[in-house]
């Protein structure tokens, strides 16, 4: 299955940008993905991470390499163990204790890429606890609360070994969901594609349906007045992002979710989608957005307004992009409370063209967080995440990438 065509899946199923190029990235890496990030079935992020990796020279079953032997010195208990540590915990993603360094997360991205390559592991495993005061470690460095989702880490640089044992609960519980998943869903095959190792038409086909009514199962109608209100709402936001005509668009309003449930709507128009989640709280006279997304829904290999990514262009109008997202949290997700702080960062793969995001994160005046994706080929906002003050303080959006730095805002 070609690049296009996942993303197009993908696009259906509507996970996020970061979470579609992360999927991607960890594949074609021989690594399994965490399918924690899917909103669908344990049985269809197995069918998607099979497919995935069929798309590349490897098989979901690769020879054993330094990496795979490694892995396979699990115990069944232990693969058991971290597979339900993952599903108890409580947060969006992991945090630190503090905030990483610059040397540090450098390091970290290095030792990652030699752990995939079997080259370095861990001498021991670092100790994950519950959470609870009873089982809190008293007199370790550095340890895991796999419940809250906080690596607690000492004040000092971390050392190499330390920085290991982090990405090994990483790779391990990545490791350990998909095994379990895997093996959980029996009618999914990694023999099952063909042998140039692409998906046969029908293949694709079942994988998108499948991954369409497990959504479906999940939405719900919306009565026809709050369905106008909301829908005239999400008219003015997505026209004032995109700058486009939309009146000629297809829109759908729904609620979404079982518990919780969030408005969604969806817009069509032109071969793109834009979605809007709103926060569970809104009500059709308050809504206040949770989630921005934009998506190309074509099968067609996308044409780039930009080709070229130095950089120096990168640099260069870094600020202008960032403003422009300021702009937009005001006038089109009506956010006015003051930007304080404005961080950058994004992977080195940028240039290269496997990833074509950077990504902008705002903080205002009353510490909530807004994380915008922005496409800088196709020049354009993919999405926008909130992280509200009080309950995502502690997760670092910024941990991973190779470049990072602060804008000053007019």
């Given amino acids: 299955m070609k690049q296009n065509k996942f993303n197009h899946i993908m696009n259906q199923i509507q996970l996020s940008e970061q979470d579609k190029e992360r999927i991607l990235k960890n594949c074609q890496k021989q690594k399994h993905v965490d399918n924690k990030l899917f909103l669908y079935s344990g049985q269809i992020a197995a069918a998607l991470c099979i497919a995935l990796l069929s798309a590349t020279s490897l098989t979901a079953y690769a020879a054993v390499n330094a990496y795979q032997a490694y892995m396979e010195q699990m115990s069944a208990e232990e693969m058991k163990e971290r597979y339900d540590n993952i599903h108890e915990g409580t947060k969006e993603g992991d945090s630190f204790s503090r905030k990483l360094t610059e040397t540090e997360r450098a390091r970290m991205n290095q030792l990652r890429e030699e752990y995939w390559q079997g080259l370095r592991f861990p001498a021991t495993s670092m100790y994950c606890f519950d959470g609870t ?3 809190k470690p ?3 460095a550095i340890y895991y609360d796999y419940v809250n989702m906080i690596f607690h880490i000492p004040e000092t640089e971390l050392t190499d070994e330390e920085l290991l044992q982090i990405i090994d609960v990483w790779e391990k519980g990545n490791y350990s969901l998909n095994s379990i998943n895997n093996a959980n869903a029996g009618n999914v095959s990694a023999d099952s594609s063909q042998d140039n190792g692409e998906l046969s038409e029908a293949e694709e086909a079942k994988l998108l349906a499948e991954a369409q009514a497990e959504m ?17 709402s999400a008219f003015a936001t997505i026209s004032t992002v995109t700058g486009k005509d939309l009146s000629l668009a297809n829109w759908t309003v729904t609620l979404y979710g079982d518990t919780n449930p969030q408005y969604r709507v969806t817009c069509d128009m032109d071969g793109r989608r834009q979605n809007i989640f709103y926060s569970p709280d809104s009500t059709p006279d308050h809504l206040v957005v949770r989630r921005y997304a934009d998506y190309d ?4 290999a996308p ?17 202008l992009w960032a403003q422009n997202m300021k702009d937009i949290l ?6 006015t409370d003051s930007v304080d702080k404005c961080e950058y960062f994004y992977p080195q793969e940028v240039f290269s063209g496997e990833t074509n995001c950077i990504w902008f994160c705002l903080t205002t005046s009353n510490g909530d967080r807004y994380l915008f994706t922005y496409n800088v080929r196709e020049l354009l906002l993919r999405e926008m995440a909130t992280y509200d003050a009080g309950k995502y303080d502690n997760i670092d959006l910024s941990s ?8 000053e805002l007019q």
């Fill in 133 to 135: 005061t009873a089982d």
């Fill in 330 to 335: 005001a006038n089109a997700f009506g956010v």
């Fill in 400 to 407: 991973g990438y190779d470049a990072y730095g602060i804008i």
């Fill in 216 to 232: 479906a199962k999940h939405t719900h109608a919306v009565p026809k007045t709050d369905e106008e209100i909301i829908g005239q």
């Fill in 297 to 300: 829904m074509s099968e067609n």
């Fill in 138 to 140: 008293a007199d370790m």
């Fill in 303 to 319: 044409s780039y307004a930009v080709t070229t990514v130095t950089e120096a262009w990168i640099q260069e109008n870094l600020s």
